[in-house]
Every structure is written in C-alpha cells, then in structure tokens.
C-alpha cells in the first residue's frame, strides 16, 4: 500500500496539470495496451499472487508475527496461513 501512495505522490509531483499522463509514471508502468493484452497471465493469476506478496511482506513487517500480520490485513490466521504456504507454481495452477 505504500508503495503504491509514493508512486502516486511521485507522479503528482511530475505532473504539469490536473491529470496524470502516462509519462508521469515509472517506465515500467508506461506499457502500452497490446503489450498488456499479451501476458500469459490471467486477471485471477496476477490478483492471487498479489495477495500472496502481500501476506508474505506483511509477515516480514511483522517480524515473523503471523497473528499480527493477520489482524493488519483484516484476514484470518488460517487464510494468511493458506496465502503464504502457496509456492509460485502453485499459484498458476490453483482455480
């Protein structure tokens, strides 16, 4: 989440006017729609595997605490626990 701010404080500063352009951004946010379109991955392979960087950073911001990590995420334990015992393979196969 905070990446996600700074990226945003960063694009508003860049930016001339109101709105920010694609040039505003990271180069590697500036991808063009076909490139997009070409991913191998799906919408539900790219969300699952979000959600399982996120338990995982917020177990190490956590250091190692997996209750607090939890309650932070607003998740369960047990989900938390199912998020981070997913291996990366396991998250293209997974339905």
């Not at 700074?6 to 500063?13: D, H, S």
């Not at 505003?24 to 699952?48: I, Y």
């Not at 177990?59 to 997913?86: F, P, Q, W």
Request: charged share 30%.
């Amino acid at each position: 989440m905070r990446e996600l701010e700074n990226l945003i404080q960063g694009a508003v500063i860049l930016t001339d006017g109101d709105t920010i352009a694609r040039s505003d951004l990271p180069t590697h946010l500036q991808v063009e729609k076909e490139a997009r379109e070409c991913l191998a991955e799906t919408f539900d392979d790219l969300l699952r595997q979000f959600k399982v960087d996120l338990a995982n950073r917020a177990v190490a911001e956590c250091d190692g605490n997996k209750t607090l990590a939890a309650r932070k995420l607003s998740v369960s334990r047990a989900y938390l626990h199912r998020l981070i015992r997913m291996a990366p393979d396991s998250v293209q196969g997974a339905a």
